[in-house]
Structure formats: C-alpha cells, structure tokens
C-alpha cells in the first residue's frame, strides 16, 4: 500500500517562509511526476507546482518566483520551499504523485497525500 505523507505546514506571518515536505511510502516500483496543489477556505483545488521525474519544474503564474519545488528521489520526497507567503496562500497544500507499485511496475497510478494547513497571517 502507497502513501503520501505531507509535513511542515503551520502559521507564519506575512512575508514569511515555510518548507513542506511529502515522502512516499509503501510499494514502491518508480515515482514519476509529483505535484503540490492548494486548497483554499471555500475555492476548488488548484495545482500550484510540478516536477518531473528528469528534474523540470512548472509552476503557476500565483506562485512563480516565490515557491520553489524540487525532490529527493533516493528518499521518495518531494519538498516545496515557499517564501514571501501572503495572507491569500493561506490553504490546505495536497502532495500528488505518480507511482508504480509491483507487480505492476509499468502501470502508473496518482496518489493524494491527506494534506497540510498552511496560514499566513497580515
């Protein structure tokens, strides 16, 4: 059995910075893209940021220049580095992921994490 686990969200002021985390756990045969998205107190899930399993990153337009993503294939993790947070990034951030478990190593199933609150205060 697969899971995503996210860490480090929590309150932090305006301006600030917080790191999250996702490890991938379980069966696991490869990891392909993985993904943060954020929910906000009555908006739909919005994705924020991805990485590819080369290394290449996307971003959306909300986030470019403020958040960086990255990974730790030998570790299965994905970390999402936010800076300069404003009040508006306040969410629910959800890991997401592409994984193959055995047997079935070329088949490629998405993986939610349960997710971490993050708060940013004026």
């Known amino acids: 059995q697969v899971q995503l686990v996210e860490s480090g969200g929590g309150l932090v002021q305006a301006g600030g910075s917080l790191r999250l985390s996702c490890a991938a756990s379980?069966?696991?045969?490869?990891?392909?893209?993985m993904r943060w998205y954020l929910q906000a107190p009555g908006k739909q899930r919005e994705w924020i940021a991805r990485?590819?399993?080369?290394?290449?990153?996307n971003y959306a337009g909300s986030v470019k220049g403020r958040f960086t993503i990255s990974r730790d294939n030998a570790k299965n993790t994905v970390h999402l580095q936010m800076n300069s947070l404003r009040p508006e990034d306040t969410a629910v951030y959800y890991c997401?992921?592409?994984?193959?478990?055995?047997?079935?190593?070329?088949?490629?199933?998405?993986?939610w994490g349960q997710g971490t609150q993050v708060t940013v205060s004026s």
């Open positions: 990485i590819a399993s080369d290394g290449s990153t």
């Open positions: 379980g069966s696991i045969f490869s990891i392909g893209a």
């Open positions: 997401n992921a592409d994984l193959s478990s055995p047997p079935l190593t070329t088949t490629m199933r998405n993986y």
